[in-house]
């Protein structure tokens, strides 16, 4: 569709010179013009303060998706750039390993329950993949299951449309079940005995139903399916984590998973993610090959750092709870008086609510 719109300009000038140089126009594809409804949004935003952005032609909007998810504290907010000025005329990057390495794994493991040992990378991607490799290492098991969404590298977008380039075999070894049926996961591990090295799910904003049986939930079933078949128990925190609550969804539903992926929310928009989780199984990277030039630069591992803290001061005045709640009870006023539809998505708990999709009836 290409109907222009006269509030967009720039950005549609901008999108023609993208479309000749960039393939896919975009680097992050859920950030790209098919995402949303074409000459109804603006395509390039350029500065942001606080939860206002503006776009490439002087709009201001307000920014729900908050950058799809890092931006928990707002942007601009004056400690983070702080910190990030500081660490600019120090130094972002050295030759040798830096403090914070030590500094920020010290402080994970007293955050999130099953973090007992900590590695650092740059992408959610990264760490999912490398959470994927360690227990392939761990159990000598090539097969995963999998439920949601958990990035670009090759085992997981061969289920993806876009899975050109990747080889065929790859999709062989990857199984999806349905978040909330457990009879899902349980006929893959019977299809697949003693062959899933890991389950990795993410919890996508429904909470996990109870098991009227067990009074078990879902997230404590997989555990306990995985520990009978002795896979291992991934769970992708890239949007819960910091959000459900500062131990992310694990410590919110009452969960201890073997490993678990952060990202996204924990360096307020510098990319940073963590890989934790159990000694027994991290203590495979002592010999599985994960290693980049980024992942221990002080660039953006200060960030967690001054995000937890502030996080967890703002969870004491519970600032972020009472702000979710009016939010939701100012929508639902909306949606009586303007005749709008919505569905929130996500959980109106911890410092967050997770996206609230708005759309016209
Ligand atoms: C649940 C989940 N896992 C993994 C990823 C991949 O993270 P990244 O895009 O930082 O590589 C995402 C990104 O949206 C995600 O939502």
Redesign the pocket.
Known sequence: MTTSNARYPASEALWERAKRVIPAGTQTLSKGPDQFVFGATPMYLTSGQGSHVRDVDGNEYIDYPMA?GPILLGYGYKSVVEAVVERMRKGTTFTLMHPLEVELAELLTEIIPCAEMVRFAK????V?SAAVRVARGCTGRDHIAYS?????QDWYAVTTPRNRGIPAATGELIHAFEYNRIETLTALFDEYPGQIAAVIM?VPGADPVINLGSRRNFLQDVAQLCKKHGALFIL?E??TGFRYSLGGAGELFDVVPDLA?F??GMGNGMAV?ALVGKREFMSVLDEVFFSMTFPGTPRGLPLPRLLLRLLWLSLLSSTYGKRARGFTRGLGRGRRSGGLTWKSQGDHQGPGLLFVMITER
Request: charged share 20%; aromatic share 6%; hydrophobic share 15%.
């Open positions: 799809l992408n959610g991607s990264d999912t949601g969404y958990h990035g670009c993410e992708d890239m949007v992926c990202g996204k993610s």
